[in-house]
């Protein structure tokens, strides 16, 4: 895939609060495009993966608004125009309003979006998907 938008991106997580749109790109990463629409502290979405917390790293780009990751002794805000990476070992924050666009190793990606989904449907949580 050389190229993708948010309109184009072949796979789609939603829930209230998140929308996520999902490419997963040749090389090995895969992009997410995401629409907050309610702040959010997603730990409880983590729970089962190493520390109960994501191990994915990440590179993004904050478009709108602003988005938070937690670690065990601190937490990182970023803000509209901040471009980021966030080390393995956090679990999210979100904030109404924000938009964001991150990059992530695929396969990493791949073992974490199964966990999320478990924790998401035993916690009752109706999620649209397409893929």
Not at 21 to 39: I, K, T
Request: net charge negative; glycine share 10%.
């Amino acid at each position: 895939m050389p190229n993708v938008s948010k309109e184009t991106a072949s796979e789609k997580i939603a829930f209230e609060g998140l929308d996520v749109r999902l490419e997963n790109l040749d090389g090995g990463y895969s992009v997410c495009f995401e629409s907050h629409s309610a702040d959010a502290d997603l730990a409880d979405l983590f729970r089962g993966l190493p520390e109960d917390r994501a191990q994915i790293p990440r590179w993004g780009y904050v478009i709108k608004g602003k988005v938070g990751f937690r670690f065990s002794h601190r937490e990182e805000t970023y803000a509209a125009g901040d471009a980021y990476y966030v080390a393995p070992g956090h679990t999210p924050v979100h904030y109404a309003g924000a938009e964001i666009v991150e990059f992530s190793p695929t396969e990493i990606l791949g073992e974490t979006i199964p966990v999320v989904m478990r924790n998401l449907e035993a916690a009752g949580v109706e999620v649209g998907s397409t893929s």
